[in-house]
Structure formats: structure tokens, C-alpha cells
């Protein structure tokens, strides 16, 4: 048997719950699987899809959205204005080729350490029984049409 | 040429027991553009923090990572170290590596690995921060204060007290708000009108504070600092600049028989009426829907009374816009509209009331003349019952909170009720004695012990009417059986719920309020004051049910959060905020439509003749909140976000 299969997994997340909510993670010593890299944003309603298909186009094998609660947002409406765009996005996934369950979307408090550690290691465990993600050739296309960086 | 100086912290054993720090060093050296890779036990300390200075300065570095804990814990710490190096302070990052790394995994290589990755992706992303500087706002030191209750009063003298000038708004006619409908108050039984006339007269003659009566916000445009409040001044028909409220025209008023919401319709007024006798300011107001004159032309008595020719019929609503720069919400509560208590009789009988009814029989200058005398057939009630939590704490009427007032005005009334009526009888039905305050249990106590109030345990189900005397049924829980209570008077402690307009001012002023219509504070325990908008405070009940001393010393506070901010003539705020290409912005707005906060306007790009080339985006940094939801609705790239630059996160991104 060939080692197992480790995947590279990008989370978008905001600065004020999830990210937070990792930190909390860290205080209280919790231990979870070194997959995940973190990129901080404000708000979740900063994450632009673009940078969703750059992360796959990079390699990574999964993506994770996380932010506020909905209604909890720091930033009043951010997290709602992010949800209603993952839904269009959502659809422009499918067409595009890539499958669904790659990306995952869920909402953690800055209080939820423990949350964020079990998120980690199911999203992980998902991702690494979905394998390698390999179209990501078939993005440069849409990339470099869209993309000015 | 960037040049970057990676700092990896030890942090103890915290981080350097779990990561390879030596490796992470000599890994990151060699990435482009990294000009010195150094690591030290603790960068925080004073040696660490010189370390760093002195490498911006040797090696004129662009650029700072410090990999060590999360930004939340130091990254001020760091970027004032940058800034005494003459380094702009946004031109450093934090690589977390001990919160998301060394203290979450347990494999060395694993740890190493990712900590490598942290670092090399900040790298990538501070090589394209830009030099930013925080924002300066200028602040307009004038307050706001909405609602005239004692939480209000209290805001304004506590800000004019200090200095600044205030704006005091009030919908009725008068200042005073409901504890000047209350007679004594717990937990001393001191008066209450005694204790509040005199604050109102404060607040009405103090050089520094307006006073605006019969008056509401319309609008609220602007942003901490720089409000701009439209306030609509309903006409009076009175002129308040000769009105010496001798009180003639009340005298005289022939329509006498209006209800009065003061005296919650246990007495009445007149058309032409201030809403009770110490009224602050006291200038009367025509109610013109019941004024004859308004009706059909006659009457016209007031007018012909007035000595001094202050009636006029002809005023018009008047619109104030005022500048401020910042609002205090002091808007209050009301009690609970009891016509959903069927079970009680409410309505159905006069002599089942509110406690705020009961207030209004126990005041000295109220409709009884401080006896309590029952509304049917003005009476003295021989037996009166309590009913505590009436709608509070009772998921089927909607309110699941506790009012938190009402044990304490309960066993008041009973106490006044014991000091009127000596023979008199009261039963009290209670789910549990809350009287949880600085001498509260003590006064409850006294009720029980002193003035004989009975307490029963249990709910009631029904009040109904037989042979001319009121029955209450309910259940006693600690004797587990039902009980049936005759009473001359029944007295419901209704929940304090929001302004039942509470949700549409909140709209109109841009707060927030939680599923009943009380204000959201923008921390819970942390910054209870202020609301999430900044430079928008509370205080008093409309943040959540309170008594007197709290509201009291919300409305302080408030005051002083005030204060704070007005002690500077400039507001400064992180520069994190969206701004636009106005080159290639086609004008779409689907940037404005998506701001949360209204940040972001339209701008004329005019010729040299003053001929308009285009219309653009321009983001107003005041406003803007810097969540960065406009950037990813741009279809043309054309605003971003300073500090988190599509640019930057694209680098961040690509390094991983
Ligand atoms: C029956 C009863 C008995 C009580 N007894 C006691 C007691 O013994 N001891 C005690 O400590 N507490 C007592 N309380 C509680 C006390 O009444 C409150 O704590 C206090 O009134 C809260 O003050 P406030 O200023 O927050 O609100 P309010 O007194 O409600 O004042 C709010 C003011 O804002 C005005 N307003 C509202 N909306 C607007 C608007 N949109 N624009 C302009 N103005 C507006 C209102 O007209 C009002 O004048 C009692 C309450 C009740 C109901
Ligand atoms: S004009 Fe109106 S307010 Fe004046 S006395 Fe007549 S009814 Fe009263
Ligand atoms: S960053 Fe947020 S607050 Fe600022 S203009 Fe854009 S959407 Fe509005």
C-alpha cells in the first residue's frame, strides 16, 4: 500500500469569528490535522469566488469558506451578501466541472474552538477521500479570461 | 526592490518545541526578496522588539513578517515597533504560527511544514502591502440625545456638565418619560417626582443643553463624528417664546373629557393640555384632533384667554437638521398591551389594571390624589391581588425575558398599598422573588414582613367576575393545590416591552435590535453602551428591561463614551477601506447596492468646462467599515479593499 493520500487544503476566513475561533482552538491546546492554511480576510463578504478557483487552480484539493454565524456578522450584512453569492456560485461550480463537494461552506463563532478543530478534521477527512483534485488545468482557461493578476 | 525581514519567535518552548524553528529560518532566507530570516526566545520582549527595529534600520527593510502568535495578540505591539524604525506600520505581517500551528499538531515535520508555508504566503503578501495611513475624521462635538426619560435627562447633563453642548429630542410634550408617572420608587420609596422635577428643570435651563419637546427624528444621514439628524418639530400652536404657562387656556379649554395618556386614562384632559402639572418645558400643546377650533373654525376660547396672544392656530411642523457628532438612543420602553390577557379581564373589567395604573392611584398629584380608590365606583379596595410576570417570562405572549422590574414594583405597590389602606389585604401570585440589587431583597423582605404582603407561588389561570366581587383562580405549587381568591382590585405586573415603534426607528437610524425590538449593544458584557454603529450609544430600557439606578448609570456611561470620543478634534480609524479605480469603474453600482453601510456614493468627473465625462463609485472613508463585500461584487476590478488588495490575497494565495 502507497501512503495515504494527504490533501492540501485552502480556508477563506474572516478575521472577526472564524479566525478567531482557530485562535481559541490554539489556546486551549485542541489538536486537529495540519492540512488546513488559512488566509484572513475581514469578512467573509471579501471572498471572492475568483480567489475559490485560484486556490484549486494552485493545487489545492479543497477550499473552506468559513465566517460569522448568519445575523452575527460584525459586519451587519457581510455573511449574508456571501451567502447569497456561494448559492450563484454554487451553480457556476457545476458548470465549470468542478464538484461540489470540494468546497465547503460553514459559519464558526469566535467562541467555537472546539467547533472549528472538529470542522477541520471532517473537512479533511472528506477531501482526502475525494482524492487528488486534478482538473484544476481546465480552470487556467476561465481563469485567465477573468483575471487581471 | 522589496526586502523583507522574516522574525520567527520561540515564543519559549511554545512555538520552538513543536515547529524547527532553525529550519524555517534557513528555508525563508532563501525566498525571493527576503533580505534578512533571524529567530529570538521572545520577539515581544523589549530586546526582541529592538532586534527587529534595528534590522528596518541596517538593512532598510521594506517590509516586516513576524512569525510568532496570532495578530489578535500582537500585531499593535509590532506595528508600533515598525513605526518607531521609521517602517510605515501597515508594511508588516503576522505569520501565525503558534495559535494555528505549533500548539494544534503533534508531528514535528507536519508543523515545520506548515509553518514554512504560513511564513512564505505573508511573505508574498507583505511585498505588496501598501503604505497606509490611519484615517482622520473630524469630529463635530456636539451630541444627540433621543428620549427624555431620566436615562436620557441624565445622558445630556452628564455631556453638557462636561463641556459640550447637547440636543435633547423628546417626542411628547414634555421631558420626564415614565418615572415621572411613577409615585415612590423602590427601593427607598423616595418620591419620585421629587427626585426627577428638579433634574428636568436642570436639564431645561442649562446653557449647554437644547431642549427640543414634541419633537422627532426624522432622518440620520452621516457617520461617526459627522451626523447629520433631521428632526421634525410638530407644531405646538402655542408659541413657546411667550408662553409663560400661566395655564389659562387649560382653565378654559371647553373640551374636558380626553382621556390622559399620562394619567393612563384615569383622569382626563383638555385639548389644549400639558400632559401633567410640572410638565418641563411648561407650554401647553393643542391636541389638534380633538380641538373644536380645528374642527370646525368656532371656539377659539384659548386664544381670547391669552393674555400675552401666544395661541397660534397657524404654526406648521418645522424640519431642524442638525450636525452632531455623536447620538445617544434613550428611547425607552412601554408596558406590555395587556388586551391579549382575556384569562385576566383585562378591558372586560375596570378594576383589573396595570401596575403603571396603580402608579398613577398612588401618586400624590395623580387622579386619586394618592387613595386608592378602585376605577368602578371609586371604592377603597379591601382586598387587592397581585399578579406577577404577566406576559414576562411566558413563551405563549411572546416574551420569554425576565422584566426584571416587576418583583420590586410589585412588592412596592403592596408596601404603599399597607401604608393607605391599613386594613387592606394583598395577595401576591409569583413564579419566583427576583430582587437580586443593592438593598432589593431587603425591601422585599419588608413587604412580607413589615406590611404584611402575602406571597403565593403559583400561576394564575383565570380572574372572572361573580356577584359584583372579582375571583382569581390559580394554583399555589407549594401547598400543590388550587386556590381561589377573592379581590376587590386586581393589578397585573405587565412585561416592559420595546416602543411598540421600536424596530422602525431602529430602520431610520441605521442600529440594530435583537427579535423583540430592544437595541443590540455592540458587546453584550464588553461594550454595553455602544450600539453596533458607531458613534451611536444607549442607554436606559431600550437597550433591555431596567430600573431607575440602571439606566442611570447606562446613561453615564454612555455619556462618558461620549465624552471620549469628543476629547479630540479628530476621530483616527484603521485604514482598512475599499477605494476605487475611478479609471475603469463603469459606473454599474453594484458596489453601492451591495454596501452594507451606505458607503459608497456616485462622483462626477467633469471636464475642464464643467461638461460630465462620467459618474464613478467613491467610497466615503468615514462610512465605509472596510468588510470588503463591494470588492467582490465589482465585475470590472475597480474597488478594493487597502490592506486586503485583491492583489495581496491573489500572492497570499499563490505562495501556499
Ligand atoms: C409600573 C412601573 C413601576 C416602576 N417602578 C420603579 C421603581 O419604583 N424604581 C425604579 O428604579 N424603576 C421603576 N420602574 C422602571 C422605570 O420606569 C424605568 O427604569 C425608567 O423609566 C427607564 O427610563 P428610560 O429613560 O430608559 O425610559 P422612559 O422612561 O421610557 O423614557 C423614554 C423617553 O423617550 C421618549 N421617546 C421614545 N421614543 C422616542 C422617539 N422616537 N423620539 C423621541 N423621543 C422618544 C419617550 O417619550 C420617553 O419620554 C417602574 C416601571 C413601571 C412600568
Ligand atoms: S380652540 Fe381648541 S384648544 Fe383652544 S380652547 Fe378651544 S377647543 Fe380648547
Ligand atoms: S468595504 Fe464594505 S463598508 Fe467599505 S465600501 Fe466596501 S462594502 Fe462598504
Redesign the pocket.
Known amino acids: 500500500m502507497s501512503e495515504p493520500f494527504e490533501p492540501k487544503i485552502v480556508a477563506f476566513v474572516c478575521t472577526y469569528c472564524t479566525y478567531a475561533g482557530a485562535d481559541l482552538a490554539g489556546t486551549s491546546r485542541m489538536k486537529y490535522a495540519s492540512n488546513v492554511r488559512i488566509v484572513r480576510l475581514?469578512?467573509t463578504?471579501?471572498i471572492s469566488p475568483m480567489f475559490i478557483l485560484k486556490a484549486l487552480q494552485k493545487g489545492a484539493d479543497g477550499v473552506l469558506v468559513s465566517g460569522c454565524h448568519p445575523g452575527d456578522c460584525h459586519?451587519a450584512q457581510?455573511n449574508y451578501h456571501a451567502r447569497r453569492r456561494w448559492t450563484v456560485f454554487r451553480a457556476l461550480l457545476s458548470f465549470t466541472g468542478i464538484p461540489e463537494e470540494r468546497i465547503k461552506f460553514s459559519w464558526i463563532s469566535a467562541a467555537e474552538g472546539a467547533k472549528f478543530a472538529e470542522l477541520i478534521n471532517g473537512v479533511t477527512e472528506e477531501i482526502r477521500s475525494l482524492g487528488p483534485f486534478e482538473q484544476y488545468q481546465e480552470l487556467q482557461k476561465i481563469i485567465e479570461t477573468q483575471s487581471t493578476y | 526592490m522589496a526586502k523583507i525581514g522574516v522574525f520567527v519567535c520561540h515564543c519559549g518552548e511554545n512555538i520552538a518545541s513543536m515547529v524547527e524553528t532553525a529550519k524555517l529560518v534557513s528555508t525563508i532566507a532563501d525566498h525571493p526578496g527576503v533580505e534578512i530570516s533571524t529567530e529570538y526566545k521572545y520577539f515581544c520582549s523589549d530586546p526582541g522588539q529592538e532586534t527587529v527595529k534595528k534590522a528596518i534600520r541596517e538593512h532598510n527593510l521594506t517590509g516586516v513578517v513576524v512569525a510568532a502568535c496570532s495578530p489578535r495578540m500582537h500585531e499593535q505591539t509590532f506595528r508600533k515597533a515598525c513605526a518607531e524604525a521609521g517602517l510605515n506600520p501597515y508594511m508588516l505581517e503576522m505569520a501565525n504560527i503558534r495559535e494555528h500551528c505549533s500548539w494544534v499538531h503533534t508531528d514535528k515535520k507536519e508543523a515545520t511544514d506548515k509553518a514554512i508555508e504560513i511564513t512564505r504566503s505573508l511573505v508574498e503578501k507583505v511585498k505588496r502591502n501598501n503604505d497606509l495611513q490611519p484615517i482622520s475624521v473630524p469630529v463635530t462635538r456636539r451630541a444627540m440625545v433621543i428620549g427624555g426619560g431620566v436615562a436620557g435627562i441624565q445622558a445630556a447633563l452628564d455631556i453638557a456638565s462636561a463641556g459640550r453642548e447637547v440636543v435633547l429630542v423628546e417626542r411628547e410634550p414634555s421631558i420626564g418619560g415614565h418615572m415621572a408617572q411613577l409615585s415612590e420608587t423602590f427601593p427607598t420609596l423616595d418620591c419620585s417626582q421629587c427626585i426627577l422635577t428638579p433634574r428636568m428643570v436642570e436639564a431645561i435651563q442649562h446653557p449647554n443643553i437644547t431642549v427640543m419637546t414634541y419633537s422627532e427624528v426624522e432622518e440620520v444621514d452621516g457617520y461617526i463624528g459627522n451626523f447629520s439628524v433631521k428632526v421634525r418639530k410638530k407644531a405646538r400652536y402655542v408659541k413657546m417664546e411667550t408662553c409663560t404657562g400661566c395655564g389659562d387656556c387649560i382653565q378654559k379649554c371647553p373640551v374636558k373629557k380626553i382621556p390622559s395618556e399620562f394619567e393612563c386614562s384615569l383622569g382626563n384632559r383638555t385639548a389644549i393640555y400639558t400632559p401633567f402639572a410640572q410638565a418641563v418645558p411648561n407650554v401647553p400643546v393643542i391636541d389638534r384632533s380633538r380641538c373644536t377650533y380645528f374642527k370646525n373654525g368656532k371656539c377659539g376660547i384659548c386664544k381670547k384667554t391669552c393674555q400675552i396672544d401666544s395661541i397660534d392656530f397657524d404654526q406648521q411642523d418645522i424640519i431642524e437638521t442638525l450636525e452632531v457628532g455623536a447620538i445617544v438612543v434613550a428611547t425607552g420602553f412601554q408596558v406590555q398591551d395587556t388586551s391579549g390577557y382575556g384569562e385576566y379581564g383585562y378591558g372586560r373589567y375596570k378594576d383589573v389594571i396595570t401596575g403603571l395604573h396603580f402608579e398613577r392611584l398612588a401618586s400624590a398629584s395623580g387622579p386619586t390624589a394618592g387613595k386608592i380608590l378602585r376605577p368602578s365606583d371609586g371604592k377603597e379596595p379591601q382586598t387587592v391581588v397581585f399578579i406577577q410576570c404577566a406576559g414576562s417570562r411566558d413563551v405563549s405572549k411572546g416574551v420569554r425575558y425576565c422584566s426584571r422590574i416587576c418583583c420590586m414594583y410589585t412588592s412596592k405597590h403592596a408596601m404603599l398599598y399597607a401604608h393607605k389602606v391599613h386594613e387592606g389585604v394583598s395577595q401576591i401570585f409569583y413564579m419566583d422573588i427576583r430582587a437580586a440589587g443593592k438593598g432589593y431583597d431587603e425591601f422585599t423582605r419588608r413587604a412580607i414582613e413589615e406590611d404584611k404582603a402575602g406571597y403565593i407561588r403559583g400561576r394564575v389561570s383565570k380572574v372572572y367576575e361573580e356577584n359584583g366581587k372579582l375571583i382569581v383562580r390559580g394554583a399555589d405549587t407549594l401547598l400543590g393545590r388550587q386556590v381561589e381568591v377573592q379581590a376587590d382590585m386586581v393589578v397585573l405586573a405587565t412585561a416592559m416591552v420595546p416602543q411598540h415603534d421600536a424596530k422602525d426607528f431602529a430602520k431610520k437610524i441605521g442600529i440594530s435590535y435583537d427579535e423583540y425590538g430592544f437595541y443590540n449593544e455592540a458587546h453584550l458584557k464588553l461594550r454595553p453602551v455602544e450600539s453596533s454603529t458607531a458613534g451611536i450609544y444607549l442607554a436606559g430600557a431600550c437597550q433591555s428591561p431596567k430600573d431607575i439606578p440602571d439606566s442611570v448609570a447606562q446613561a453615564s456611561a454612555a455619556a462618558a463614551k461620549v465624552l471620549g470620543l469628543f476629547s479630540k478634534e479628530h476621530l483616527e480609524r484603521e485604514p482598512?477601506?475599499?477605494m476605487v479605480t475611478e479609471s475603469t469603474c463603469a459606473g454599474c453600482w453594484g458596489?453601492a447596492t451591495?454596501?452594507?453601510?451606505?458607503?459608497?456614493d456616485h462622483r462626477d468627473i467633469n471636464d475642464r468646462n464643467g461638461n460630465l465625462i462620467k459618474r464613478v463609485a467613491s467610497?466615503?472613508p468615514g462610512?465605509?467599515?472596510?468588510?470588503?463585500?463591494?470588492?467582490s461584487?465589482c465585475r470590472s476590478n475597480s474597488?478594493d479593499?487597502a490592506g486586503f488588495t485583491e492583489k495581496q490575497i491573489f500572492a497570499e494565495v499563490m505562495a501556499l
Open positions: 475581514p469578512c463578504g471579501r459586519f457581510g | 482598512v477601506v475599499a458596489c451591495a454596501c452594507p453601510y451606505n458607503a459608497i467610497v466615503n462610512l465605509c467599515q472596510g468588510c470588503g463585500t463591494c470588492v461584487f474597488i479593499l
